[in-house]
């Protein structure tokens, strides 16, 4: 854990959490960090947390003691959101606090007893309800609803113009020596672009009509530094994040990078024939190609690589009358993040029927995910010249729906 000064009398305790699924399904290959902050008037407030799941290091201890604060002095506890990665401190923190109140949300009072046990000392916020700390620090309170839960708020500090964003603004990826976006290298804000990309795909993007909301939310505020619960603090340019987020807004409900991902399996390289000459065809036309080989492809890298894309294409055989089981599933979980509106085609084989194309209506349906797709084009068994004439076709006819869909 390390104590990153934020501003007078704000400090941020950041850790990097590695080797672990982030809410237990995605990989994070890079790791993560879980930002908390201090802010200090005549009285203390910490808003979320990073003491982790198993016990109260001793670093929290080293880290408070070298800005003067003692844990028992700490009066407040601003619960941003219940998200265990935020909130599940709490119960270690009672064993040594266990005279602090908590603020919150409505709808995170209600879950602080059923995650954390009995806590009497709950103070419920409303919309523009204030904290006043004391020598000159005043937070104020603004409900965020399902950024990423239902209880989400923002958390805003008047004195330095601080918003405490919680998930929103947030990136995967673990920080090193630099924590403010005017520290960065050109790699590391690459990088963390990147990862922002995978966060927003994988935990936020369902939520996308509530953050395009929250983007505005956070509009009304004379912004200095948004400090959100993971990844970088935006000092330097809090706008350069509010346009990244609004444009990961844009990527799920169908724009995208002028990027075409190949979304393929094959069972005895049949369809992979294909997918080799459509790369080919991709290269020729100048557009970049992504491919993903599922089920080889992890889910986290598969939603985040077809998020960003302005076009898709399926490639994939018939499999027991239906669509290859790991593409089924696949476009599946994209209609659950309600990744909507991709510009997309597919191919593939088939041997003695088809269905897979049946198949992939119905989930495309079901999900109601309203992609626009180019006719598609089937072969039994290996593809044959007029097969690659028509896949061709079927990719040029992508490239151009795409178009208008290109934001990057
Ligand atoms: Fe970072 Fe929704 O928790």
Redesign the pocket.
């Known amino acids: 854990m390390k104590r990153i000064r934020v501003a007078e009398d704000i400090y941020m305790l950041t850790m990097n959490v590695e080797g672990m699924l982030f809410?237990g399904i995605w990989e994070i290959g890079n790791g993560v960090t879980?930002n908390s902050y201090i802010v200090k008037g005549d009285k203390t407030a910490i808003i979320d947390g990073v003491i982790g799941w198993d016990g109260v290091p001793e670093t929290l201890y080293k880290n408070l003691e070298e800005i003067n604060v003692d844990p028992k002095d700490i009066d407040y506890l601003i619960v941003n959101?219940m998200?265990?990665?935020?909130s599940g401190w709490i119960e270690n923190f009672k064993k040594i606090n266990d005279d602090f109140t908590i603020l919150c949300t409505e709808k995170a009072a209600k879950l602080v007893s059923s995650f954390y046990g009995d806590s009497t000392n709950i103070r419920v916020v409303k919309e523009g309800d204030t904290l006043d700390l004391g020598s000159g620090k005043t937070l104020s309170f603004h409900p965020a609803p399902n950024v990423?839960?239902p209880d989400?708020m923002f958390t805003y500090e008047s004195d330095t113009k601080t918003l405490f964003s919680?998930?929103m603004y947030?990136s995967f990826g673990r920080m090193n020596e630099h924590h403010f976006d005017d520290e960065m290298t050109t790699e590391e804000v690459e990088f963390f672009e990147t990862e922002a990309v995978k966060y927003y795909s994988n935990?936020m993007t369902t939520f996308t009509t509530m953050l395009k909301k929250a983007i505005e939310k956070s509009k009304e505020f004379d912004i200095n530094i948004i400090a959100p619960?993971?990844g970088p603090l935006y000092r330097k340019s809090p706008q350069t994040i509010i346009d990244n987020y609004t444009r990961y807004s844009q990527y799920a409900e169908g724009a995208g990078k002028d990027e075409i991902t190949i979304l393929w399996g094959s069972m005895y390289g049949m369809t992979e024939k294909a997918v080799k000459f459509a790369e080919s065809v991709l290269k020729r036309e100048g557009i970049k190609v992504n491919l993903l080989e599922m089920p080889l492809e992890s889910e986290s890298e598969m939603i985040a690589t077809v998020f960003k894309s302005a076009g898709v294409i399926i490639a994939a055989p018939t499999y027991e009358y239906k669509l290859f089981p790991p593409i089924a599933a696949a476009i599946d979980e994209l209609g659950r993040k309600k990744v909507s509106n991709k510009a997309a085609f597919r191919f593939g084989s088939y041997g003695w029927s088809g269905g897979a194309e049946k198949e992939l209506a119905e989930i495309v349906e079901r999900n109601k995910m309203k992609w626009d797709f180019v006719e598609s084009v089937e072969f039994q068994g290996s593809p044959k010249e007029e097969d690659f004439d028509r896949i061709e076709a079927g990719i040029l006819q992508l490239i151009e729906k795409m178009k208008d869909k290109v934001v990057e």
């Open positions: 809410e879980l959101h998200e265990p990665d935020h990423h839960w989400t919680c998930d947030g935990v619960g993971h």
